[in-house]
C-alpha cells in the first residue's frame, strides 16, 4: 500500500489521541502548508473520520473509520515482531492462501495478511468459513519459530490463549475454548484457528496461523446452515465491537504467549487454556479418521493431546479430531 501524506497525518492524530494539534505544528512536520493540511483533513472526513477543529488548539480524532488499512492497525500496535510488516487487502480468495505465498517468498518472522473480505475463507477439515465484508477479523500471521514440527499443533492451542485474551481485555465478555481450536459463547462458535505449517528436512520453514473472528454480525448475517451454532461479538456484548482494537490486541497476547512457549514451553500455557476450556469434564464425541470415540475428556498432555476416557475405563490420547460436545 502507498502511505500517503494524508494516512501518516491520521496516524499522528491517532497518536496525539485526545489532544489536539495544531495546524502550524503539521504543516511544519510534514513540510506543507496550513492550507495543505486542511485540504488533508477534508480527505480524512471523506474516509469517514471525524475531525474536531479545537480554537487555537489545533484539530483531533474524534473517531476513525472501522478499518483494518495496515497504517491504521500498526497506529498504536504494542507489540515487537507481530505486526512489523501488515498486507492489508480489501479482497482475496483466504489470508492463508496469500500468507503461504508471502512465506514461501521469505516473509519476515510477523508478518500480518488481513482481509476485509474473503470469497473462499476455510476452516479445518476444508470447511467453508463464511467472511463477509466488514463484518469480522479474517487474518493469517506468519511465524517463524525455531521448533521441531511436531510442536507445531500447539500453536493453535497457544493461539486460542491469545484470542480468548484479547477478547475478555476488549469487550469483557468470558469466552471458552472447545479442543483444539474454536471459540465459543456457550455452545456457539465465534472465532476459529486454522495452523498450517511449512517445513522440509531441516524442520520447520513457516506456521501460517489463520485467525477468523465474528465480530459485528447481526443474527440475519448468518446463513440459515449456521444460524443456530454460529454467534458473533456484537450478538453476545449487544454492541459493535472495534475491529482494529481487537486485532492490535489478538497480535499483542499472541505475541507474549508464543515467546513464553518458546521459552518456556507450553507448561504455563496449558494451565491458561485449560482455564478456558469448553471441553474438559464433558461429555464429548471424538470423530476421527477411522474411528469414533465418546467419553469424557479429561485434560490434555504436555503436548496438547486431549485425553479421553472412555466407558470400558481406558485413556485414549486424540491428536486430532472433530469434537463435538455432548
Known sequence: MNITVTHKLATRLLEAGDQPVSGQQLAEEFGVSRTAIWKHMKELEEMGYEIESVRKKGYRIQKSPDSLEAFLVQSGLKTKRLGSRIEYLEQCASTQIVAHQLAQEGALDGTVVIADLQTEGRGRLMRKWDSAKGQGIWMSIILRPDVPPHKAPQFTLVAAVAIVRAIQSITGLEASIKWPNDILFGNKKATGILTELQSDADGIQALIIGIGVNVNQEREDFDAAVKEIATSLRLESGQAVNRRKLVQEILRYLEIYTEMYIELGFGPLKE???????????????????????????????????????????????????????
Open 272 to 326: 491458561l487454556w485449560e482455564g478456558h476450556s469448553a471441553t474438559i469434564g464433558k461429555a464429548v464425541r471424538a470423530r476421527m479418521t477411522r474411528e469414533t470415540l465418546e467419553g469424557i475428556a479429561e485434560g490434555i498432555t504436555e503436548d496438547g493431546v486431549l485425553q479421553l476416557r472412555t466407558a470400558d475405563g481406558k485413556l485414549h490420547g486424540i491428536y486430532s479430531a472433530d469434537i463435538e460436545l455432548k
